[in-house]
């Protein structure tokens, strides 16, 4: 996909008029270099220490460190992150309505990122979320609802749903609909529907959140730890809503409509060709926090992919799976790399000549 090679980019001028017909091909075959554009990368930034029942205390500095990272050192014109961050006590706080973490705010943001006209083909896209996760076990939500499974299809085939939770998760909206969490599902379709869209994306999914099941929450924080990520999931009739407004959103778009599956489908499957995942820990693990000698709090994921990324020790070569088994082994959870481009150099992008070929 993304080695794909333009002749008609090559100037007649790189080929001496004098050499070796078989030397002449290697010379077109030869793997373009590897560039990197600044402006062609956005961002979306997403950070809550405000969960009114589970409330988390590094979030917004771990949103903070990725922003620092993302504008000093990769180069992102500021311009291009949306940042929605939700502190603690944020009531006391001027933070715009439109900047919370809110359900509507979250998708806003990363619908946007489809019909945003200056995001071209061949850009990246940097989605970030420091805050609660939780896990549906869709199971529990089949069993009692089996008229919705076809015939001879068995409830423990069916794969848990992730998910995000927003700053106002459990709350009721103008409606008095009880307000949702975000599931995996709507995050991958919504990759998805970019890169159909818009060709050659690099879209890189960074997670600082747990999905467990509710009783690991309830272990204990150790130590330096603060906190851990991971909050119980909303009572299992949530998941039809969830899924079902999510499947809404989406029929908006073609695209999504001519894929094999709905969001809504027992038997649906990510799409691992959208983006890769960079995520702070294993299923059964939590993503924890801990307190530095200064009483700074971050995420221990976030603190050390960042110290990593900035260490200097990557090359240009290195991969997201070099990146993630780079990181210092970190007690209790253990993070991981997903997607079928996990092995590209981080941060790639095509140049813009195989991205937008010319014809011949």
């Given at each position: ?34 560039v990197r554009d600044d402006s062609r990368f956005w961002a979306v930034i997403i950070g809550i220490d405000g969960d009114t029942h589970y409330p988390l205390y590094g979030c917004i ?94 409830i423990a085939s069916i794969r848990p749903i992730n998910a995000i939770c927003p700053i106002d998760r459990d709350a009721f909206d103008g409606k ?185």
């Amino acid at each position: 996909m993304w080695h794909e090679k333009n002749l008609g980019d090559i100037d007649s001028a790189e080929i001496p008029d004098e050499t070796d017909p078989d030397e002449s091909w290697q010379m077109l075959n030869e793997p373009k270099q590897k560039v990197r554009d600044d402006s062609r990368f956005w961002a979306v930034i997403i950070g809550i220490d405000g969960d009114t029942h589970y409330p988390l205390y590094g979030c917004i500095s771990d949103a903070e460190l990725m922003e620092k990272y993302l504008i000093e050192d990769l180069g992102v014109p500021s311009d291009h992150i949306q940042r929605l961050l939700g502190p603690l006590g944020e009531e006391t706080t001027n933070n715009s309505e439109s900047t919370r973490p809110t359900r509507a705010n979250i998708i806003k943001a990363l619908y946007s990122l489809i019909d945003n006209p200056d995001i071209l083909n061949g850009d990246n896209i940097i989605v970030y979320f420091a805050g609660n996760g939780a896990r549906y076990d869709a199971q529990d939500y089949y069993q009692d609802y089996r008229d919705k499974l076809p015939p001879g299809v068995s409830i423990a085939s069916i794969r848990p749903i992730n998910a995000i939770c927003p700053i106002d998760r459990d709350a009721f909206d103008g409606k008095g609909s009880q307000i949702l969490d975000i599931s995996d599902r709507e995050i991958d379709a919504i990759f998805s529907e970019i890169s159909q869209v818009k060709h050659k994306m690099m879209i890189t999914l960074i997670l600082d959140c747990g999905h467990a099941c509710a009783r690991i929450r309830c272990r204990p924080p150790v130590g330096s730890f603060r906190a851990q990520r991971n909050a119980p999931s909303l009572l299992y009739h949530a998941v039809e809503p969830m899924l079902e407004d999510a499947h809404q959103r989406l029929a908006a778009y073609p695209q999504y409509l001519a894929r094999r599956c709905s969001v809504t489908a027992h038997d649906w499957q990510p799409d691992t060709s959208s983006h890769v995942v960079l995520a702070a820990c294993q299923k059964n693990e939590l993503a924890r926090e801990a307190e530095d000698d200064t009483g700074t709090v971050n995420g221990v994921f976030t603190k050390s992919l960042v110290d990593s990324l900035r260490s200097g020790q990557l090359k240009e070569e290195s991969s997201y799976v070099d990146l993630i088994a780079g990181l210092p082994e970190l007690p209790y959870q253990t993070p991981f790399v997903a997607g079928d481009y996990k092995d590209e150099p981080v941060w790639y992008q095509e140049p813009v000549s195989t991205v937008f070929p010319s014809h011949f």
